[in-house]
């Protein structure tokens, strides 16, 4: 795999160089303030080693979807200037714009071991363009590239992938680390290989599913898109989510399966609800036989049961998405019980996506996770086998 043999910041001296780091501070705020951390000091392993071999860090990063137009006070990266001042226990300087002459003046006074950060560069139209302009412009502030945003990895902007052209260009740490274990599992699993996939839909996830029956040996299926395969095997499913254009497709993937030989685990019961709603009435009942009128809203006790055997001895464990809606507790008990047998199963483990990373996180399991995953797209195209534009433009060992 190509992706996996990219020169990292151990790789080059940036001692008095003036170093571009593409960090991933799309972080969430409240009342102007940093109101969770986690990709903040995800990015400190990557920003500590660089100021501590004398780089001179010019910091950048995206936050929220501004308009493209300039400065909006709602989307500026100040606060986290400010908080990872704080972190770091030394000054972080703000510029007032991306390529503009605060950031100019600012990134020319750098010495050793200073840092500094950009504004938002989706303040500018042309980063989502990947304007060769501004890819430019960014890179004739500095004389190394870095890129440790792999939240933003499947994006070819000019902050990701445009300056890269221009520098020399390796990953940080986190993206190191990405690599590694996302590509390490699909590439060289150790096995058994079991891959876990929730959520809503199957139609975002139908690469993954493919790409994934030729390389694991129990692919488990449960969440909102196990009922299209339910339609597609013949039983009726109530008012359950259902993509009815995605059920030949589902039939094609069993079949697949069946062909490969993977063990495809579907739920063998469901906890349905007369409505979506957190106080529903519910009942458990087996997957063939879901009421008219009932929807599945998580997976059975059954199956929970049957999904924690499957990952019992398992080598490597690749969990992406809920069991149900798990965000209601009465619907939270599939998703928690496959987090604990991941937890116990001593694999490598590799988690993604929002609702699987914050129920690992709640129950406390995040340490007996080998990796948890810092990109939600970026993620699921990587295990779908896509080539992600962020990394393919760095630069081969």
Not at 10 to 27: A, P, S, T, W, Y
Not at 28 to 45: C, H, T
Not at 135 to 164: I, P
Request: aromatic share 6%; net charge negative; charged share 25%.
């Amino acid at each position: 795999m190509k992706v996996l043999n990219k020169k990292s910041i151990e790789d080059i001296d940036v001692k008095g160089k003036r170093v571009l780091v593409r960090c991933d501070f799309n972080v969430p705020m409240k009342d102007g303030r940093v109101s969770s951390d986690e990709r903040i000091v995800a990015s400190l392993p990557t920003i500590e080693y660089l100021l501590s071999k004398g780089g001179r860090l010019i910091l950048c990063s995206h936050m929220g979807r501004p308009a493209g137009t300039g400065f909006e006070a709602a989307f500026s990266l100040a606060p986290v200037a400010a908080y990872l001042s704080e972190l770091l226990g030394k000054e972080v300087k703000m510029a007032k714009d991306i390529v503009g002459e605060s950031a100019k003046s600012l990134a020319a006074g750098l010495e050793d071991g200073d840092i500094m950060l950009l504004e938002n560069v989706r303040f500018d139209s042309r980063e989502t363009k990947n304007a060769p302009e501004l890819s430019k412009e960014m890179a004739a502030l500095a004389e190394v590239y870095v890129n440790d945003a792999f939240g933003t990895a499947h994006r070819a902007h000019s902050s990701t992938t445009g300056v890269a052209k221009f520098l020399p260009a390796v990953c940080g740490y986190l993206i190191q680390k990405e690599i590694k274990f996302i590509g390490g599992a699909l590439e060289d699993p150790k096995r058994p290989f079991v891959a876990i996939l929730g959520g809503a839909k199957v139609s975002d996830k139908i690469g993954v599913i493919n790409n994934l029956l030729d390389k694991v040996d129990t692919l488990i299926v449960g969440g909102g898109m196990a009922y299209t395969f339910f339609v597609a095997k013949g039983c009726t499913v109530g008012t359950s989510i259902c993509e009815p254009d995605k059920i030949d497709l589902a039939k094609e993937m069993l079949a697949k399966a069946e062909a490969k030989g993977v063990n495809f685990l579907l739920p063998v019961d469901n906890k349905v609800g007369l409505e979506y709603a957190a106080d529903t009435q519910t009942q458990i009942v087996d997957s063939a036989k879901i009421p008219d009128g009932w929807m599945g809203l998580d997976i059975g006790p059954q199956t929970q049961e049957i999904f924690a055997k499957a990952v019992e001895g398992s080598g490597t464990v690749i969990w992406n998405g809920p069991m149900g809606v798990c965000e209601w507790d009465a619907f939270a008990s599939g998703t928690v019980a496959v987090a604990k047998a991941v937890a116990a199963s001593g694999a490598v483990s590799v988690i993604g996506g929002g609702d699987s990373v914050a129920a690992v996180q709640k129950l406390g399991f995040a340490d007996k996770m080998s990796h948890i995953s810092t990109g939600g797209g970026a993620s699921l195209e990587f295990m779908e086998g896509k080539e992600l534009p962020g990394i393919a433009a760095l630069d081969e060992k």
